[in-house]
Protein backbone atom coordinates (compact mmCIF):
# COMPACT_ATOMS: atom_id res chain seq x y z
CA UNK A 1 0.00 0.00 0.00
CA UNK A 2 1.24 3.22 -1.03
CA UNK A 3 2.04 5.54 2.33
CA UNK A 4 0.89 8.61 0.41
CA UNK A 5 -2.68 6.94 -0.72
CA UNK A 6 -3.26 5.28 2.66
CA UNK A 7 -6.82 5.64 3.37
CA UNK A 8 -6.60 5.58 7.18
CA UNK A 9 -10.05 5.94 8.69
CA UNK A 10 -10.61 5.96 12.08
CA UNK A 11 -11.57 2.62 13.40
CA UNK A 12 -13.96 2.61 16.77
CA UNK A 13 -15.48 0.49 19.25
CA UNK A 14 -16.47 -0.78 22.48
CA UNK A 15 -14.78 -3.36 24.17
CA UNK A 16 -16.53 -5.10 27.00
CA UNK A 17 -19.36 -4.38 29.47
CA UNK A 18 -20.18 -5.32 33.19
CA UNK A 19 -23.58 -5.18 34.84
CA UNK A 20 -22.46 -2.01 36.85
CA UNK A 21 -24.28 1.13 36.99
CA UNK A 22 -22.20 3.17 35.02
CA UNK A 23 -23.68 4.12 31.32
CA UNK A 24 -21.61 1.56 29.13
CA UNK A 25 -19.34 4.21 26.77
CA UNK A 26 -20.04 4.32 23.40
CA UNK A 27 -18.82 6.04 20.77
CA UNK A 28 -20.92 8.22 18.31
CA UNK A 29 -18.58 9.31 16.07
CA UNK A 30 -14.71 9.70 15.67
CA UNK A 31 -14.61 13.51 15.44
CA UNK A 32 -12.09 12.86 12.22
CA UNK A 33 -14.10 13.62 9.17
CA UNK A 34 -13.12 11.77 5.45
CA UNK A 35 -9.87 12.34 3.90
CA UNK A 36 -8.29 14.20 7.24
CA UNK A 37 -5.63 10.80 7.36
CA UNK A 38 -2.97 13.51 6.26
CA UNK A 39 -2.30 16.10 8.47
CA UNK A 40 0.23 19.04 7.19
CA UNK A 41 3.27 19.65 9.33
CA UNK A 42 3.01 23.51 11.23
CA UNK A 43 -1.01 22.49 11.53
CA UNK A 44 -2.35 21.16 14.09
CA UNK A 45 -6.16 18.79 14.41
CA UNK A 46 -8.39 18.72 17.37
CA UNK A 47 -9.75 15.10 17.97
CA UNK A 48 -12.99 15.50 20.07
CA UNK A 49 -14.34 11.81 19.62
CA UNK A 50 -18.39 11.70 20.52
CA UNK A 51 -19.64 9.99 23.30
CA UNK A 52 -22.87 8.73 24.63
CA UNK A 53 -21.54 9.47 28.32
CA UNK A 54 -19.13 11.64 30.29
CA UNK A 55 -18.83 9.77 33.05
CA UNK A 56 -15.83 7.97 31.55
CA UNK A 57 -11.82 8.73 32.09
CA UNK A 58 -9.97 9.79 28.84
CA UNK A 59 -6.53 8.48 27.70
CA UNK A 60 -4.93 9.90 24.45
CA UNK A 61 -1.58 7.83 23.02
CA UNK A 62 0.31 8.76 20.42
CA UNK A 63 2.60 5.60 19.27
CA UNK A 64 2.17 3.84 22.46
CA UNK A 65 2.61 6.91 24.67
CA UNK A 66 0.16 8.11 26.76
CA UNK A 67 0.13 11.84 25.86
CA UNK A 68 -3.57 13.14 27.42
CA UNK A 69 -6.15 12.81 30.03
CA UNK A 70 -8.44 15.49 28.72
CA UNK A 71 -11.48 14.76 26.16
CA UNK A 72 -10.17 16.61 23.30
CA UNK A 73 -6.43 16.13 22.01
CA UNK A 74 -4.68 19.03 19.63
CA UNK A 75 -2.84 17.15 17.88
CA UNK A 76 0.42 19.29 17.12
CA UNK A 77 3.39 17.35 15.47
CA UNK A 78 6.64 18.71 15.34
CA UNK A 79 7.78 16.03 12.71
CA UNK A 80 6.67 14.39 9.42
CA UNK A 81 6.06 10.28 9.59
CA UNK A 82 3.07 8.06 10.72
CA UNK A 83 1.40 8.58 13.84
CA UNK A 84 -1.14 6.05 15.10
CA UNK A 85 -3.16 8.19 17.84
CA UNK A 86 -5.43 5.77 20.16
CA UNK A 87 -8.02 6.94 22.35
CA UNK A 88 -10.14 5.14 24.73
CA UNK A 89 -12.98 6.17 27.58
CA UNK A 90 -13.18 4.03 30.31
CA UNK A 91 -15.61 3.44 33.27
CA UNK A 92 -16.95 1.10 35.45
CA UNK A 93 -19.01 -0.51 33.03
CA UNK A 94 -16.29 -0.85 30.13
CA UNK A 95 -14.39 1.00 27.35
CA UNK A 96 -14.55 2.96 24.13
CA UNK A 97 -11.68 2.65 22.06
CA UNK A 98 -10.54 5.02 18.80
CA UNK A 99 -7.75 4.67 16.45
CA UNK A 100 -6.62 7.13 13.94
CA UNK A 101 -3.32 6.86 11.59
CA UNK A 102 -2.35 9.92 10.28
CA UNK A 103 0.01 11.27 7.79
CA UNK A 104 2.16 13.91 8.88
CA UNK A 105 3.40 15.93 5.61
CA UNK A 106 5.32 18.81 4.65
CA UNK A 107 4.87 21.00 2.24
CA UNK A 108 6.22 23.87 0.54
CA UNK A 109 3.41 26.68 0.58
CA UNK A 110 4.25 29.43 -2.28
CA UNK A 111 4.26 32.66 -0.28
CA UNK A 112 4.46 35.88 -2.02
CA UNK A 113 7.72 35.49 -3.64
CA UNK A 114 7.40 32.24 -5.04
CA UNK A 115 8.60 31.72 -8.40
CA UNK A 116 5.92 29.96 -11.17
CA UNK A 117 8.83 28.72 -12.51
CA UNK A 118 11.87 26.04 -12.20
CA UNK A 119 14.14 27.67 -9.84
CA UNK A 120 16.85 25.16 -9.10
CA UNK A 121 18.86 23.25 -11.85
CA UNK A 122 19.85 20.43 -9.98
CA UNK A 123 21.85 17.85 -12.56
CA UNK A 124 22.22 17.72 -16.37
CA UNK A 125 23.15 14.61 -18.41
CA UNK A 126 22.61 14.59 -21.64
CA UNK A 127 23.11 11.87 -23.87
CA UNK A 128 25.08 12.34 -26.98
CA UNK A 129 23.62 13.81 -29.83
CA UNK A 130 24.42 16.36 -32.31
CA UNK A 131 24.09 19.54 -30.25
CA UNK A 132 26.05 18.22 -27.68
CA UNK A 133 29.34 20.42 -26.40
CA UNK A 134 27.70 23.31 -28.56
CA UNK A 135 25.82 25.61 -27.29
CA UNK A 136 22.48 24.74 -26.43
CA UNK A 137 24.30 21.06 -25.30
CA UNK A 138 26.40 22.62 -22.37
CA UNK A 139 26.69 22.58 -18.63
CA UNK A 140 26.52 26.32 -18.65
CA UNK A 141 23.55 26.35 -20.78
CA UNK A 142 21.32 24.34 -18.39
CA UNK A 143 21.01 27.16 -16.36
CA UNK A 144 18.60 29.06 -18.75
CA UNK A 145 15.94 26.70 -17.77
CA UNK A 146 15.36 28.37 -14.61
CA UNK A 147 12.96 31.22 -14.39
CA UNK A 148 10.92 32.15 -16.98
CA UNK A 149 11.31 30.48 -20.52
CA UNK A 150 13.30 32.69 -22.82
CA UNK A 151 14.06 31.56 -26.71
CA UNK A 152 17.17 29.83 -25.63
CA UNK A 153 16.97 26.42 -25.63
CA UNK A 154 18.75 23.29 -23.71
CA UNK A 155 18.99 20.12 -25.59
CA UNK A 156 18.91 16.26 -23.74
CA UNK A 157 20.66 14.68 -26.76
CA UNK A 158 19.48 10.87 -27.37
CA UNK A 159 17.54 8.28 -25.33
CA UNK A 160 17.62 8.50 -21.94
CA UNK A 161 19.53 12.33 -21.54
CA UNK A 162 17.56 14.12 -18.77
CA UNK A 163 17.73 17.60 -16.45
CA UNK A 164 16.65 17.49 -13.25
CA UNK A 165 15.52 20.57 -11.59
CA UNK A 166 13.29 22.43 -8.93
CA UNK A 167 10.12 24.58 -7.90
CA UNK A 168 10.56 27.00 -4.87
CA UNK A 169 7.32 25.23 -3.31
CA UNK A 170 5.10 22.53 -3.59
CA UNK A 171 2.91 22.44 -6.75
CA UNK A 172 -0.35 21.23 -5.36
CA UNK A 173 -1.98 18.35 -7.28
CA UNK A 174 -5.18 20.16 -8.05
CA UNK A 175 -7.85 19.12 -10.14
CA UNK A 176 -6.77 18.55 -13.56
CA UNK A 177 -3.64 20.04 -15.47
CA UNK A 178 -0.77 21.18 -12.60
CA UNK A 179 2.19 22.11 -14.55
CA UNK A 180 3.41 22.60 -17.88
CA UNK A 181 6.68 22.09 -19.18
CA UNK A 182 8.27 24.59 -22.52
CA UNK A 183 9.82 23.20 -25.70
CA UNK A 184 10.71 23.59 -29.75
CA UNK A 185 8.56 21.25 -30.81
CA UNK A 186 6.16 22.33 -34.23
CA UNK A 187 3.75 20.21 -36.65
CA UNK A 188 6.11 17.07 -37.65
CA UNK A 189 8.89 17.46 -35.33
CA UNK A 190 7.71 16.26 -31.66
CA UNK A 191 10.71 14.74 -29.65
CA UNK A 192 9.19 13.60 -27.11
CA UNK A 193 10.71 13.35 -23.28
CA UNK A 194 8.75 11.92 -20.61
CA UNK A 195 8.89 13.55 -17.37
CA UNK A 196 9.27 12.13 -13.74
CA UNK A 197 8.05 14.04 -10.63
CA UNK A 198 8.82 13.88 -6.98
CA UNK A 199 7.20 14.97 -3.66
CA UNK A 200 9.56 16.00 -1.08
CA UNK A 201 7.65 13.49 0.83
CA UNK A 202 10.84 13.70 3.72
CA UNK A 203 10.44 17.74 3.86
CA UNK A 204 13.92 17.93 3.59
CA UNK A 205 14.21 20.37 0.40
CA UNK A 206 16.30 17.92 -0.86
CA UNK A 207 15.18 15.47 -4.16
CA UNK A 208 16.25 12.23 -2.46
CA UNK A 209 12.40 10.67 -2.65
CA UNK A 210 11.31 8.73 -5.09
CA UNK A 211 10.93 9.65 -8.34
CA UNK A 212 7.44 8.39 -10.15
CA UNK A 213 7.04 8.31 -14.23
CA UNK A 214 4.20 10.58 -15.55
CA UNK A 215 2.59 8.34 -17.93
CA UNK A 216 1.19 9.45 -21.15
CA UNK A 217 -1.21 8.38 -24.46
CA UNK A 218 1.46 5.65 -24.95
CA UNK A 219 1.90 3.84 -21.96
CA UNK A 220 -0.28 1.08 -22.90
CA UNK A 221 1.19 1.00 -26.80
CA UNK A 222 2.33 -2.68 -27.11
CA UNK A 223 5.29 -0.46 -29.07
CA UNK A 224 6.40 1.01 -25.90
CA UNK A 225 9.34 -0.83 -23.38
CA UNK A 226 9.46 -0.09 -20.04
CA UNK A 227 13.24 -0.38 -18.64
CA UNK A 228 14.94 -0.32 -21.67
CA UNK A 229 18.56 0.04 -21.05
CA UNK A 230 20.79 1.60 -23.76
CA UNK A 231 24.68 2.07 -23.31
CA UNK A 232 26.60 5.09 -25.40
CA UNK A 233 30.59 4.59 -25.97
CA UNK A 234 32.96 7.52 -25.97
CA UNK A 235 34.58 7.67 -29.61
CA UNK A 236 36.80 10.16 -27.98
CA UNK A 237 36.89 12.13 -31.12
CA UNK A 238 34.96 13.10 -33.95
CA UNK A 239 33.11 9.80 -35.15
CA UNK A 240 29.55 7.95 -35.11
CA UNK A 241 29.10 7.60 -31.09
CA UNK A 242 28.06 3.42 -31.09
CA UNK A 243 25.10 2.26 -28.29
CA UNK A 244 23.77 -1.12 -27.35
CA UNK A 245 20.22 -1.68 -25.67
CA UNK A 246 18.73 -4.61 -23.48
CA UNK A 247 16.73 -5.48 -26.97
CA UNK A 248 19.86 -6.91 -28.37
CA UNK A 249 20.21 -4.14 -31.17
CA UNK A 250 23.13 -1.69 -31.72
CA UNK A 251 23.49 1.19 -33.57
CA UNK A 252 25.39 4.80 -33.78
CA UNK A 253 24.34 8.82 -33.21
CA UNK A 254 25.54 9.47 -36.56
CA UNK A 255 27.82 12.26 -37.41
CA UNK A 256 26.81 14.40 -39.57
CA UNK A 257 28.39 17.76 -41.64
CA UNK A 258 26.82 20.72 -39.63
CA UNK A 259 28.16 19.49 -36.27
CA UNK A 260 31.48 18.44 -36.73
CA UNK A 261 32.80 17.18 -33.10
CA UNK A 262 32.64 14.72 -30.48
CA UNK A 263 28.97 14.08 -29.92
CA UNK A 264 29.46 12.27 -26.63
CA UNK A 265 28.77 14.82 -23.45
CA UNK A 266 32.91 15.70 -22.58
CA UNK A 267 31.82 17.41 -19.68
CA UNK A 268 30.41 14.27 -17.97
CA UNK A 269 31.90 12.31 -15.39
CA UNK A 270 31.32 8.84 -16.45
CA UNK A 271 34.13 9.37 -20.18
CA UNK A 272 34.36 5.62 -21.70
CA UNK A 273 30.77 4.40 -21.59
CA UNK A 274 26.98 5.71 -20.01
CA UNK A 275 24.20 3.65 -19.52
CA UNK A 276 20.42 5.01 -19.34
CA UNK A 277 17.51 3.25 -18.23
CA UNK A 278 14.11 4.51 -18.90
CA UNK A 279 10.78 4.30 -21.09
CA UNK A 280 11.08 3.83 -24.53
CA UNK A 281 8.01 5.41 -26.68
CA UNK A 282 7.40 4.48 -30.08
CA UNK A 283 8.79 5.62 -33.21
CA UNK A 284 6.46 7.92 -35.14
CA UNK A 285 8.91 8.84 -37.76
CA UNK A 286 7.12 8.66 -41.37
CA UNK A 287 7.67 11.13 -44.03
CA UNK A 288 5.29 13.95 -45.30
CA UNK A 289 3.56 14.46 -49.31
CA UNK A 290 6.73 16.26 -49.79
CA UNK A 291 9.54 13.64 -48.86
CA UNK A 292 10.73 15.22 -45.78
CA UNK A 293 11.01 13.14 -42.69
CA UNK A 294 8.78 14.20 -40.13
CA UNK A 295 8.30 12.79 -36.16
CA UNK A 296 4.67 12.65 -35.72
CA UNK A 297 3.31 13.46 -31.89
CA UNK A 298 1.59 11.48 -29.42
CA UNK A 299 -1.68 12.34 -28.20
CA UNK A 300 -0.56 13.85 -24.96
CA UNK A 301 1.30 13.32 -21.78
CA UNK A 302 4.76 14.07 -23.39
CA UNK A 303 7.09 16.92 -23.31
CA UNK A 304 8.28 18.66 -26.69
CA UNK A 305 5.62 17.21 -28.41
CA UNK A 306 3.18 18.45 -30.68
CA UNK A 307 -0.03 18.14 -28.76
CA UNK A 308 -3.10 19.22 -28.60
CA UNK A 309 -2.37 22.12 -26.26
CA UNK A 310 1.07 22.72 -27.57
CA UNK A 311 0.48 25.28 -30.09
CA UNK A 312 -1.57 28.16 -27.81
CA UNK A 313 0.92 27.31 -24.70
CA UNK A 314 4.43 26.83 -26.34
CA UNK A 315 4.34 23.62 -23.92
CA UNK A 316 2.81 20.39 -22.91
CA UNK A 317 0.77 20.21 -19.55
CA UNK A 318 1.28 17.73 -16.95
CA UNK A 319 -1.67 16.65 -14.33
CA UNK A 320 0.19 15.05 -11.41
CA UNK A 321 -2.66 12.32 -11.32
CA UNK A 322 -0.65 10.94 -14.14
CA UNK A 323 2.47 9.43 -11.73
CA UNK A 324 2.98 5.85 -11.88
CA UNK A 325 5.48 3.87 -9.48
CA UNK A 326 8.09 1.92 -10.93
CA UNK A 327 5.72 -1.54 -10.91
CA UNK A 328 3.14 0.67 -13.45
CA UNK A 329 0.66 1.24 -10.68
CA UNK A 330 -0.67 4.64 -10.32
CA UNK A 331 -0.04 6.62 -7.12
CA UNK A 332 -1.59 9.30 -6.02
CA UNK A 333 0.49 12.81 -4.54
CA UNK A 334 -0.12 15.91 -3.30
CA UNK A 335 2.11 17.62 -5.29
CA UNK A 336 5.32 17.48 -6.57
CA UNK A 337 8.75 20.00 -6.07
CA UNK A 338 10.85 18.31 -8.94
CA UNK A 339 10.68 17.22 -12.15
CA UNK A 340 13.52 14.93 -14.21
CA UNK A 341 12.74 14.97 -18.29
CA UNK A 342 14.50 12.79 -20.43
CA UNK A 343 14.46 11.88 -24.25
CA UNK A 344 12.18 9.02 -24.24
CA UNK A 345 12.76 8.02 -28.23
CA UNK A 346 15.78 6.67 -30.07
CA UNK A 347 15.26 7.73 -33.53
CA UNK A 348 17.65 8.66 -36.30
CA UNK A 349 16.42 10.97 -38.44
CA UNK A 350 18.65 10.93 -41.50
CA UNK A 351 19.92 14.25 -42.64
CA UNK A 352 18.06 15.84 -39.34
CA UNK A 353 20.25 13.80 -36.99
CA UNK A 354 19.64 11.88 -33.56
CA UNK A 355 15.95 13.13 -32.07
CA UNK A 356 16.46 14.62 -28.78
CA UNK A 357 14.13 16.88 -26.21
CA UNK A 358 14.72 20.06 -25.92
CA UNK A 359 13.35 22.21 -23.12
CA UNK A 360 12.91 25.78 -22.35
CA UNK A 361 11.43 25.71 -18.54
CA UNK A 362 8.49 24.67 -16.82
CA UNK A 363 5.82 26.62 -14.75
CA UNK A 364 3.31 26.03 -12.04
CA UNK A 365 -0.22 26.25 -13.56
CA UNK A 366 -1.94 27.66 -10.93
CA UNK A 367 0.63 30.82 -10.63
CA UNK A 368 -0.26 31.77 -14.64
CA UNK A 369 -2.52 34.03 -16.13
CA1 LIG B 1 -3.85 17.41 -11.11
CA1 LIG C 1 13.49 15.18 0.00
CA1 LIG D 1 12.57 19.73 -30.39
Known amino acids: M ?6 CVALCFFVSCSDDDAILPELKSSGLEENQNQLQLGKSLALTPS ?11 INNEVVS ?6 FNPDKIGNYTIH ?6 SGTA ?8 IKLRDKVEN ?3 YLTTLLEYKPAPGQYINEEIGLPENAEQIVGE ?3 NLLTLGGFGGYVIAGFDHTIMNTEGKDFQVYANSFDG ?3 AGIVMVMFDLNGNDKADDEWYELKGSAHDDPQTIRNYTITYTNPKGTADVPWTDNQGNSGVVKQNSYHVHNYYPEFIAEQDQITFTGTLLPNKKGTNDKGWIVIDEFDYGYVDNYSEEYPSNKANQFDINWAIDKDGKSVTLPGIDFVKIYTAVNIDAGILGEVSTEIKGAADLSMLN
Open 69 to 74: NEATLL
Open 97 to 104: ECTYDIEV
Open 87 to 92: FSATNS
Open 2 to 7: NKIIAI
Open 149 to 151: PSS
Open 114 to 116: SSA
Open 51 to 61: LNTKDVDYQWK
Open 189 to 191: SSE
